[in-house]
């Protein structure tokens, strides 16, 4: 196992990354390091796709940078490549399941303090017309705890 690295970083969860960029404490660095069980629905060298454990929508997937990135809000513009890749992927993986009407479907991230896990996730929704009340309020468009990854696209765009 590598040595941790102690140097807190705008991407890291605890400051505590180690030399593959991996926060020792994150599930979502656990999980892309197979340390978790949980099937992996796509993997390569920069993201990685696994089911939501608590689905808003028939389908609901997450899509994780493999190394540690935080919140949404520590992105900087240098962040949008990963961000539209974290959407392609999203957008691949509902394929893969038989997903095809796109104006059915939410992608978006937790907006900070809201969000249980520091790991950058997208949230892949489908179909948005099947989601429950509880779903449509916790991924709610346009509010003070989740935002879409087209507004943060935006967001990360605007900046100097």
């Known amino acids: 196992m590598a040595a941790a690295v102690n140097t807190p970083t705008p991407e890291s969860g605890t400051g505590k990354t180690d030399e593959g960029g991996y926060d020792q404490k994150c599930i979502f660095c656990k999980i892309v390091k197979r340390e978790m069980g949980t099937e992996i629905l796509h993997n390569d060298e920069t ?12 389908h609901h997937y997450l899509v994780v940078p493999n190394k540690h990135v935080g919140n949404c809000k520590s992105l900087r513009k240098e962040h949008m490549p990963l961000v539209e890749k974290m959407v392609d992927i999203g957008k691949e993986i509902l394929q893969k399941n038989n997903v095809t009407d796109l104006n059915d479907v939410r992608f978006g991230f937790h907006w900070p303090p809201f969000s249980t896990v520091t790991h950058l996730h997208l949230h892949v929704l489908a179909p948005v017309s099947q989601m429950g009340f509880m779903s449509r309020l916790v991924y709610r468009l346009n ?18």
């Open 143 to 160: 509010s003070y705890w989740f935002i879409t990854a087209d507004q943060l696209l935006q967001n990360l765009n605007s900046m100097s």
């Open 47 to 58: 993201v990685s796709c696994f089911r939501d454990i608590r689905p808003g929508a028939p």
